[in-house]
Structures are given as C-alpha cells and as structure tokens.
C-alpha cells in the first residue's frame, strides 16, 4: 500500500531552543483533527537563535515526525539575536552561533557543560562562569581554503565537499589572511590555472593554506597541486614575487604535489618558493617551530588560557614527576616539564612526538621523555619504562580518554588529575571512571576556543579524596 502524502504546510513557529548542534528546535503540535489529539512534529531550523520567529514551508507537514528546514523569513527576532549589520556572516555554516550575541553564546555553551556534568551525577556548582574572548572575531591563526572548479577558493558548505563558497571576507580569519587570499584569486585568475575538479578529478589548484603566528607575526602560505611548481615556473615565480613584494612578514611559501585523490591536504613532494619550510611561533613563552603539517592550537589567544589553568590546577613543583597523555606537539608539556622534576608525554601520531621532542630541545628542557603509542595500551609500557608519575594531565581528542585509559588512569592514583577536554559529554562520562576510583571532583572551567561554534574548552580538577 501506498504511504499517503499530505499537503505542503506553510507554518509561523517560535523557535524553542536550539540543540547541542547549534540548530534551532520546534515542538510544533499539529492542531487536532477527527480521532487524533493533534500530532507532533519536530521542526528543526538553522540560522537561528532562541525565541526567533520565522516561516517555514513542509512538505508532507502531517506524514513527518521530523523536517530539517532553512526558514523562508525571519517574522521577529529573539532576544538573543545579534543587532549589528556590520558583522560578517559566514555561509559556509560551521559556525552555527554567530546569529546569537556573543554573550549568549558564552550562556549557551556554560549550560551545555553544566548539563553534561548534572546527568553523570556532579556538582553544577563547580562549573566557573566560562572565560570568553574579548574580541571573538578572527581569532584563527590557520585557515584551510579550498580551490573549485569555477575559480572559486573559499571554505566548502559544511555537509557539502563540492560546493565553494568564495572567501571574500571571513569573520574567522585575520585580515591579512583575507587580502593573502585576494592576491592568491587574482593570481590564478591572471594566469588562468584550473581549480581541482573533484568529480573529474581534473585541474590544477586544491587548496591553499595560511598560518600565522600572532606572537612572531610571521606568515606561511602553502598552495597544493597536481602539478609541481617547476612545471609552472612563470607562474610560480609571479606568485612569489606578488606575495613577498606585498607581505613582508612572509615566512615561507611553499608548493606542495598532491595527486593522490583523497579530498585531504596531503603532500607527496613540497618544494620551498620563499623564506623557509617553517614559521617561528610562541605560545606561554615557549618557542615552537610550525611547519605546513604541524598540529598547532588554532586559536592561541584562548590556548595560553588553558595553559595557564592546567598549571594553576595542577600546582607542579619540582619535586613532581608529571605525565602528559595526548601530548602532541607538547604545548601543555613544555610549560609542565619546566616546572616538573620530569615529565613524559605519550602520544599515537609520531610526527607529533618528534615535533614534541624538537620543541623541547629548542627550548632547552631537558628532563623530557616522550613517548608514541596509544593511550591505551602504552600507560602500562611507560610504567615500566619511565616509572610512576606523581601528577596526570589529559587532553584527549573529542571522544574522550575511554574507560580503559581512564580506568588505567585511576589504577596509577596520583593525586592530582588535570583534564584538558573538548567536549563536555565524553568528559562527563571520563569523570565518572575517576570517581569510582575515588576521586573528588574540585572545579570545573570552561573555556570558548571557537567562538561562533558549539565547541567549548573546559579544564577540570580532580582529586583523590584521602583516607
Ligand atoms: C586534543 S589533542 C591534544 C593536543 C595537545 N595538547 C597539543 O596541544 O598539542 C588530542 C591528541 O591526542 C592524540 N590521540 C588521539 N588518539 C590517541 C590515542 N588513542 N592514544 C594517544 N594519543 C591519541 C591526537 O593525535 C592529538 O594529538
């Protein structure tokens, strides 16, 4: 039998939250009807904030428990909506909160903690109001950029790998970003050079890459191709000469070869235009040398935050031994290991522990051991080789430590625990692990790294409850 399709509805609905997404919810409730009491329909609406009102069309409105929709207008604006026409919107999505004010983003995101840690059972109380930035825009010290096939070099709409949106401006970027990717557009637009054609798998331009360092200010511009810059020389050595006439903090421009087909800024050959293969960078008084494939905090006004936390929270002296898992490059390691007797960080990308290793060297500390393996299996290899540590520092990626690492964790029973997370709910339920090995949770501090996004940054205490 054939599902009945109902009517097109076009309906004027509140938003009533918005969800851990960042999407805004309707609990719309049809209005009753012979022998049914009116049912209900989730209606889920982006670029939106809470308490907006707009118009929505839906089709099939009654044969749906659910319709993801854009809105046609926007009827009334919540409170929380932003009031300001100069503020870029970013189309590419990825920031979902950037219709709300920022201060309503700060709310949003302080509740989105406390909810995570009230359903496993903790204390509301603990979370601090969170630290948010003073000016949240263009924050980003790295910007990934992609070529289309129509000329186009911008972000790709989230959810849509082949549509560009062109970056003419970025409320994400800094400005020299924004005018490095103009001469990057009317370069390639004078020498008429294809973007990469992902259905085709044709053309010549992928993505270009910036960084720079806001503590140095030296800048890094990465272009990756199917071709290598020899086979293009006229054209390489113009991009060369416009980027280094125009920005004189240019570091190092580099040509990377990628042919391999995965849509990822991969490199098979890289071939330095100008300066060096690096930038200088600084972050908590520690020197860190960037290259185009190193991990980095992206937002290093929010991450000297963190830092600082963790050390306050941890209280290190020089007597302790102290463990960083998920080290990285070692940005929580360096300013650790100063303060430490000793410090050994573990980590599973190897690139990232040779960086570690470097930094460490470069800075001059030289009571670090640093380790690659996964977390899970290697505390016990760093029990035998390294030995017990006295204080336990985290960072784990957005899916949380895990209950073997964090029982591993409970089982080593320093006193101290410091936990560097980015997402409340996989902390919640790591948190739980240490509880049971009787660990008392003391502050909760959330932190706003992404503006504008649903993430949030929180640093956690616990500790062992003695007796
Ligand atoms: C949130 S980042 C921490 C970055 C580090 N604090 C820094 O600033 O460089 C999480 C790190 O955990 C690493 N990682 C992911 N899974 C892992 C595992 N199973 N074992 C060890 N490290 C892992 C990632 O490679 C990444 O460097």
Redesign the pocket.
């Known amino acids: 039998m054939q599902k009945k399709i109902y009517p097109t509805e076009v309906l004027d609905v509140t938003i009533n939250y918005l969800d851990d997404q960042g999407r805004g919810i309707v609990n719309y409730v049809h209005a009753p009807d012979k022998g049914s009491n009116g049912k209900h329909l989730k209606i889920v609406v982006g670029k939106v904030v809470a308490g907006d009102k707009v118009r929505v069309t839906i089709p099939n409105a009654k044969g749906r428990r659910m319709a993801v929709v854009e809105y046609d207008e926007l009827l009334e604006a919540g409170p929380s909506r932003i009031n300001d026409d100069s503020i870029l919107v970013n189309e590419a999505g990825g920031t979902p909160l950037q219709f709300m004010e920022y201060a309503y983003q700060l709310e949003f995101k302080q509740e989105l903690v406390q909810r995570y840690l009230v359903e496993k059972g903790f204390d509301k109380e603990l979370v601090q109001p969170i630290i948010g930035m003073e000016n949240p825009y263009r924050y980003r010290n790295k910007m990934e950029l992609t070529f289309g096939a129509n000329g186009e070099l911008g972000m790709h709409r989230q959810g849509n790998f082949r549509q560009i949106i062109d970056m003419e401006d970025s409320m994400l970027a800094p400005e020299e970003m924004v005018a490095v990717k103009q001469v990057v557009s009317q370069w390639q637009k004078d020498f008429a050079l294809s973007g990469y054609n992902k259905d085709t798998k044709e053309g010549l331009l992928r993505n270009l890459m910036m960084r720079k360092s806001f503590a140095t200010g030296e800048l890094m511009v990465v272009i990756f191709a199917t071709e290598k810059a020899e086979a293009l020389k006229e054209a390489a050595d113009d991009l060369t000469e416009r980027l280094s006439r125009q920005f004189e903090n240019l570091a190092s421009l580099i040509w990377v070869l990628n042919r391999n087909i995965a849509d990822r800024t991969q490199s098979e050959e890289e071939m330095v235009l100008f300066g060096r293969d690096y930038i200088n960078d600084e972050l908590h008084g520690y020197h860190y040398r960037i290259w185009h494939d190193t ?1 980095f ?1 992206a937002n290093p006004v929010q991450a000297e935050k963190l830092v600082e936390l963790a050390l306050e929270f941890a209280d290190v002296n020089k007597d302790m031994r102290t463990l960083d898992l ?7 390691s360096l300013p650790f290991a100063a303060r430490s007797k000793e410090l050994a960080g ?4 190897e690139s ?1 522990i040779l960086s570690a290793r470097r930094n460490a060297e470069d800075n001059g500390l030289d009571n670090t051991f640093f380790m690659v ?4 299996s ?1 505390l016990k290899e760093l029990k035998e080789v390294w030995g017990q540590p006295d204080l336990l520092l985290l ?3 957005r899916s949380g430590a895990g209950g073997k690492v964090m029982r591993s964790i409970g089982r080593f029973g320093t006193e101290k625990v410091v936990y ?1 997370s ?1 997402n409340p709910k996989s902390l919640a339920e790591d948190l739980v692990w240490l509880r049971e090995f009787g660990y008392e949770l003391k502050v909760v501090q959330p932190v706003d790294q992404f503006p504008h996004t649903v993430h949030v940054e929180t640093v956690v205490l616990m500790q062992k409850v003695k007796g």
Do not use: L
């Not at 573990?346 to 990308?349: A, D, G, K, N, T």
């Not at 393996?373 to 899970?376: F, G, I, L, V």
């Open positions: 991990f905090q998920f080290c990285g490059v070692g940005t929580f573990i980590e599973i990308v990232s393996s996964d977390a899970r290697g960072d784990p990626p560097v980015c």
